[in-house]
């Protein structure tokens, strides 16, 4: 078990491997659920996309060609929004 220490301006500092478990890196943002039993759940945020987007990005509607890793980036995103 990790134990970490709540600064006087009630903010906490997640170790790296910490964050390293949950798939985040920097800038990336994380989802907090508070359970009823005074528990949370962490969960990295991932953004729901819409395919139209991403399709959009391969078709050159965006006016740039796609890098690679631009096609690769946007597909581990996912498009689990609406169509």
């Known amino acids: 078990m990790i134990t970490l220490t709540v600064t006087a301006r009630g ?6 491997d910490v964050l390293q478990h949950l798939g ?5 943002k994380i989802e907090l659920e508070k359970l009823p039993d005074g528990r949370v759940a962490l969960k990295a945020a ?4 819409v395919i139209d987007g991403f399709l959009g990005l391969l078709a050159g509607k ?3 060609a796609a890098t690679l890793d631009e096609i690769n ?3 581990e995103a996912g498009w689990a929004g609406p169509a």
């Open 62 to 64: 965006t006016g740039k």
């Open 46 to 49: 991932r953004p729901a996309g």
């Open 24 to 28: 985040i890196r920097p800038g990336e």
């Open 11 to 16: 903010r906490v500092t997640l170790r790296r």
């Open 73 to 75: 980036d946007a597909t």
